[in-house]
């Protein structure tokens, strides 16, 4: 069993950036880790994802402002949030897999261990 634990979440202003963290107890069994996200009354949807070789995927809502990346030595996945937007207030969730196919990287179905969420308030 794999736990994550996601800081940094936070309130901001339009423009303005964060960077998330997702601390995993164990990323050994792990060949994808993704970030999330789910506003109020709407579905949760994918952000970003990384895999064990490092290729990324990313929604095209945040591409070019949003970063992902992974530190394997502190078992650490991190979002890197810039030119933020209102619309991207959500909790957002890291989650991790052993295995996504190619087309799912940014399904939220296709992982199995999830975080409890931080808030990220963006205010315009």
């Known amino acids: 069993q794999v736990q994550l634990v996601e800081s940094g979440g936070g309130s901001v202003q339009a423009g303005g950036s964060l960077r998330l963290s997702c601390a995993a107890s164990?990323?050994?069994?792990?060949?994808?880790m993704g970030w999330f996200r789910q506003a109020p009354g709407k579905e949760r949807e994918g952000v970003a994802a990384?895999?064990?070789?490092?290729?990324?995927s990313y929604a095209e809502s945040v591409k070019g402002r949003f970063t992902i990346s992974e530190d394997y030595a502190k078992n650490t996945l991190y979002l890197q949030m810039n030119s933020l937007k209102p619309e991207d207030t959500a909790m957002y969730y890291c989650?991790?897999?052993?295995?996504?196919?190619?087309?799912?990287?940014?399904?939220?179905?296709?992982?199995?261990?999830w975080g409890q969420g931080t808030q990220v308030t963006v205010s315009s």
């Open positions: 989650a991790a897999a052993g295995w996504v196919s190619s087309n799912s990287k940014l399904l939220a179905r296709a992982y199995y261990y």
């Open positions: 990384i895999d064990s070789v490092g290729r990324t």
């Open positions: 164990d990323t050994r069994t792990l060949g994808i």
